[in-house]
Structures are given as structure tokens and as C-alpha cells.
């Protein structure tokens, strides 16, 4: 196990030599620091442009997600409610698929 675990610890620092190596020839690599920076401006640039179309849809996409909270919400309340009664509970998607319910219960400190 001994040797094993050597053999292991001494290709490791290879691996590490290797990586810093690669490094290296990356940035003495003609262009490599050119199209690294020309990706960042193109990172930026999209990025501004996912915020500007991103506000159109704010208001109705955050509409929707509480929309759907409040629904899962309502789906629990229900579900809680059935199985207390001793009614199964499940429901099916547009596939046939069948979902059942998990309850989880959890604490928090108070004050």
C-alpha cells in the first residue's frame, strides 16, 4: 500500500509540473493572450445584452414565479389536507407520468 500510495503522491507533482508547464506555453503561445481578451469584451458585451432584453421580461417573469409558488403552496395544503383524511394523492402530467407527494418537516429557531 506503501508503494502505492508513493507512486501516487510522485505522479501528482508530475501532474502539477505539467499543468504549470502547459501554462506557460499557453501564454508564449502567439495570439493566445489576444483572443483571451477578445472573449472577455465578447463576454461583456453579451452579458449587456442579456440585461437589456432581460428587463423587458422581468415584471412578467416575476410574476410567474409567484404565481407558481403560491400554486405549489395551494398543491401541499391540498395534498396535506387529502392524506389526513386517509384519500391517496397523486397526480399525473401531460405524459402519464404519476407524481406523489414527499412531505419533509423541518425547524427553525424561533426569535
Known amino acids: 500500500m506503501q508503494s502505492v500510495f508513493n507512486r501516487v503522491q510522485t505522479k501528482k507533482k508530475s501532474l502539477g509540473e505539467l499543468r ?34 432581460k428587463e423587458q421580461f422581468a415584471d412578467e417573469m416575476e410574476t410567474l414565479k409567484v404565481d407558481i409558488t403560491s400554486d405549489q403552496e395551494m398543491m401541499s395544503d391540498i395534498a396535506l389536507t387529502k392524506m389526513v383524511k386517509g384519500e391517496s394523492v397523486d397526480v399525473t402530467d401531460k405524459y402519464d407520468s404519476s407524481y406523489e407527494p414527499v412531505f419533509s418537516v423541518k425547524f427553525k429557531k424561533l426569535g
Do not use: C, F, I
Not at 27 to 37: L, N, S
Open 20 to 53: 504549470k508547464s502547459y501554462k506557460d506555453a499557453l501564454e508564449t503561445t502567439p495570439g493566445y493572450k489576444k483572443v483571451v481578451e477578445d472573449m472577455q469584451a465578447l463576454r461583456e458585451q453579451k452579458k449587456t445584452y442579456e440585461n437589456s432584453v
